[in-house]
């Protein structure tokens, strides 16, 4: 694995304002054990059933689960432009998680191995980064 550049935990910082986890300079104390437990989902279960998972919402459990798969989505996007531009591969942007995770998936499921592999290797990346992103920040109940 690749060290975590600077520029990695930029974009996790700004993910985490963009996609509302943090409100002022305090994250969800729930938010280090997801991204902990989305790494090992990806391991155990594997990438796209870890998207899913991380990705649904029921009811008022895990209310800020799919907030972290929109937060390393929109990551990858930006990390990876010219790479997703050259492959002619666009990840769809999340507003409306419920919506938008089923295109995610859709699409992630059309992907040759070789494009999801780093697709995945990409999520991976920017799951590190965040972790250590929001160690920046203070964690609230």
Same mark, same amino acid.
């Given at each position: ?46 990438? /796209? &059933?870890? #998207? ?6 029921? =009811?008022?459990?895990? *209310?800020?689960?799919? %907030? !972290? ?21 666009? /990840? &769809?942007? #999340? ?6 995770? =089923?295109?995610?998936? *859709?699409?992630?499921? %059309? !992907? ?21 992103? /929001? ?7």
């Amino acid at each position: 694995m690749k060290q975590i550049n600077n520029e990695w935990i930029k974009l996790a910082i700004d993910a985490i304002e963009e996609t509302k986890i943090s409100t002022g300079n305090e994250v969800p104390d729930t938010m280090n054990a997801y991204v902990s437990s989305f790494g090992a989902a990806t391991i155990q279960s594997g990438f /796209i &059933p870890a #998207i899913i998972f991380f990705g649904s919402q029921k =009811k008022d459990k895990a *209310e800020h689960r799919p %907030k !972290l798969i929109a937060a390393l989505t929109k990551m990858v996007s930006e990390k990876e432009k010219e790479w997703l531009k050259f492959n002619k591969i666009e /990840i &769809p942007v #999340i507003k409306q998680l419920e919506k938008d995770l =089923k295109e995610l998936v *859709e699409y992630l499921l %059309k !992907l040759n191995p070789t494009q999801l592999a780093h697709i995945q290797s990409l999520y991976n990346e920017a799951a590190i980064a965040f972790k250590l992103a /929001i160690r920046t920040y203070k964690e609230k109940n």
